[in-house]
Every structure is written in C-alpha cells, then in structure tokens.
C-alpha cells in the first residue's frame, strides 16, 4: 500500500463531511477535472464516474464502506486492475489524523505499484495538506 497521513487541528467531523460532499472534492483534490454523480453526498454503496484533468477518459469509483466521521473506502477498476483506496479520519487530542493509501491489484501490480509509487504519494501529500488546510479554513470562520 502507498500510504501517507498528517495531523491537523480540524476536528474529525469537519474532515469528513469534506470528504464525503461531493461538491467540495475539487477545492481538496485539485486534480479532478469532473465528477459524474447521481448524489451530492457519498455513503456505502456510492457510485460515480471522475475524470482527472490528465486523462483522456473518466474512471468509476465504488464507494466500499462509510464510517461516521471517519472517512470511507472506496475502489477503481483499471482494465484487469482494482484500485484500492482509503480515506480515513482518526481523532486525536487536538483534531484529526488524515490517512489516505492506495493498493492495486492485478497484473504485475506489485512492479506497477513500485513504478507510479513516489507520483502517487506525492499527489496523497498534496491532498490531504489541501483537505486539512481547507476544514482548518472553514472551522477558523465557524
């Protein structure tokens, strides 16, 4: 798994109702170009199409599992290949820990995994700074 997390003063809740508002995903992931959605909200059982401003085409995305104000599980299908991701919220004493990791499986995926590892990781890091600095933002205004 590639996995990457931070720490932030935001409160558990805050985080995920940033994670699970479908509207809000491109303030935090600003890779999305667009997202194809029957719901403004996501829960178990979710599905939608996102397409990323890189790539040609849009992906479904399966949302696995919700946890109350713990983020979600979810997965992609690439060809032969399931993504696996998590998005998960912890509290702590003074807020949150935002933890996100991504799996493949398929097809040589442990040799895909090592190649497109320090992209994915990078682009994890860069989300959750945007999703912390984002529910820090909002509860700073509350």
Do not use: C
């Not at 508002?21 to 491109?26: G, K, P």
């Not at 909200?41 to 599905?47: D, L, N, P, S």
């Not at 807020?95 to 990078?122: E, H, K, M, N, T």
């Amino acid at each position: 798994m590639i996995e990457s997390d931070l720490e932030t003063t935001a409160e558990p809740r805050m985080v995920h109702e940033l994670l699970v508002d479908v509207a809000s995903w491109r303030l935090w992931s600003p890779h999305i170009a667009s997202v194809d959605s029957s719901a403004d909200r996501i829960e178990t059982g979710w599905a939608g199409r996102t397409r990323a401003f890189f790539a040609p085409m849009s992906t479904s995305m399966v949302v696995d599992e919700v946890f109350p104000d713990g983020g979600y599980d979810w997965h992609s299908t690439l060809g032969p290949w399931k993504l696996r991701y998590r998005n998960r919220v912890d509290p702590t004493p003074t807020g949150s820990l935002i933890r996100f990791s991504a799996g493949l499986d398929g097809p040589l995926s442990s040799v895909l995994q090592l190649v497109v590892s320090p992209l994915s990781a990078y682009g994890q890091r860069r989300r959750i700074r945007r999703l912390a600095h984002l529910a820090e933002t909002i509860e700073r205004r509350l």
